[in-house]
């Protein structure tokens, strides 16, 4: 089979690599890719958003199966661009209706569902231009932290958490008034906040079954012991030691099941990765989001603990037959640690030169920001997240300390990461 991933990042890297140990993979093409995927497939330069280059793409070279990686195409409608094609049609999309990605593509939206099929989630309300006095008094009448979101697609920047009620309205105004993040504060979405400790849950779906993919915990802020601004995630590790049969069977219970029965109830049709972001709040699991893709840097410690063909899984989503596969999952720990450019999450310089001083072993080297420069042949940043480095281990701090080992022999100016990945657990 000829397939087109689409997306740039470690995600992308990890899901190409596990594509390429498939018997049944002929060509893999990705669009537009990184340095790392070009060892993998062929790096095609088109953007997962320009959906007739695509188009022209899949029917030139005999794809037969279009993967995506990053949420925007899938809120932009990739799925159903492809289903309203009479040449397309009969190509599967890995990844859900925009409907359905409007799970991820509107807080409000995703809210809205979560009350309709009650599923465990923060109380909130929501605000726009014409009602901000109304916010005002909302966050009055509220108790400190105030956890403000935009409600559209922000690259994960778009949630503000305000420790006093005066920054809380500075927010909500900069939001609303001053369209701090675009069309995407337009609304504003101010929700109760919840203390206790994070999750990533991922399901595969085809739309009438779903199974359940090895569980994670991402690292979002940039500092150590969680400080600092949020990134785009600065390190992973699976199994998390809190997500214990106990607790995966009421998140099973209570957030799963009542989510594929919504899909279901509200013709979503769902082909392709849910990633619910958990918190549990003294044992008892509640929505804080949900993501119409796999997580990154989630997926640089979760795909490769899938023994699975994953190729044979896409193509279960593609035809309705996961409920024929189980998920394999190798007990072994694996942790990532993501090396990014100085300066990230705020703006970063671009071009420095990789270099390994030693060789890698024992570990995955998952690119994300990283390009071939097409002049001189070497490989050099390309982004705020540079590469991931994930190891397998016995235990967590084993997988760790070799994906620590192996950061160390990576170089480029200004390389960061985090040294407390896992303090938590
Ligand atoms: P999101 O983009 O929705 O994942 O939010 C980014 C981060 O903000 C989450 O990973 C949480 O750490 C935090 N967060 C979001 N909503 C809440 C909430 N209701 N209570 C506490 N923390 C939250
Ligand atoms: N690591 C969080 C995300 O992918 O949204």
């Not at 599923?119 to 005002?136: C, R, S, V, Y």
């Not at 030691?241 to 899909?263: C, H, W, Y």
């Not at 804080?288 to 989503?317: H, K, T, W």
């Not at 235990?395 to 950061?407: D, G, Q, V």
């Amino acid at each position: 089979m000829n397939i087109v991933l689409l997306g740039s990042g470690g995600r992308e890297h990890a899901i190409a690599w596990k594509l390429s140990q498939s018997p049944k993979l002929n060509k893999l093409f990705i669009a537009p890719g990184n340095a790392g995927t070009s060892g993998i497939g062929e790096n095609i330069p088109i953007s997962p958003n320009d959906f007739p280059s695509i188009r022209q793409f899949v029917l030139d070279h005999e794809i037969s199966m279009v993967i995506v990686g990053p949420e925007d195409p899938l809120v932009n409608g990739i799925h159903d661009f492809f289903l309203e094609d009479d040449q397309l049609k009969k190509v599967p999309v890995i990844g859900p209706v925009r409907l359905a990605a409007m799970l991820e593509g509107s807080k409000e939206f995703a809210k809205q569902f979560m009350i309709r099929h009650t599923i465990p989630t923060a109380a909130f309300k929501t605000f726009t231009k014409e009602n901000l006095q109304e916010g005002i008094a909302f966050i009055n009448g509220s108790k400190p932290p105030y956890v403000l979101k935009a409600d559209g697609l922000a690259a994960g920047k778009g949630v503000v958490i305000c420790p006093t009620a005066e920054e809380a309205h500075r927010e909500l105004y900069s939001m609303l008034m001053e369209s701090k993040f675009g069309e995407a504060s337009a609304r504003v979405v101010i929700e109760e906040f919840l203390k206790g400790i994070e999750l990533s849950v991922f399901v595969l779906s085809d739309g009438e079954t779903y199974k359940i993919l090895p569980e994670a915990k991402d690292y979002k802020k940039i500092g150590e012991g969680d400080t600092g601004p949020n990134t785009g995630g600065m390190g992973s590790v699976s199994p998390v030691s809190f997500a214990n049969k106990q607790f995966m069977d009421k998140v099973e219970k209570r957030i799963i099941i009542p989510t594929m029965e919504g899909l279901k109830k509200e013709n979503m049709d769902y082909r392709g990765f849910i990633f619910f972001g958990l918190i549990s709040v003294g044992g008892d699991p509640f929505v804080i989001e949900y993501n119409c893709r796999m997580g990154d840097p989630e997926a640089e410690s979760v795909i490769p603990r899938i023994q699975n063909d994953l190729l044979d899984l896409f193509l279960a989503v593609a035809s309705r037959q996961l409920k024929n596969e189980v998920i394999l999952t190798d007990p072994r720990f694996t942790g990532t640690v993501m090396l990014v450019s100085k300066g990230y999450p705020d703006p970063y310089e671009k071009g420095k030169v990789i270099i390994m001083k030693e060789e890698i072993r024992g570990s995955l080297l998952f690119h994300a920001g990283t390009k071939t420069d097409p002049s001189t042949g070497t490989v050099v940043t390309n982004g705020g997240r540079v590469i991931a480095v994930t190891s397998f281990g016995k235990t967590m701090k084993e997988a760790l300390e070799t994906s620590y080992t192996n950061a160390e022999k990576i170089e480029f100016e200004g390389k960061q990461y985090r040294k407390d990945i896992g303090f938590d657990l």
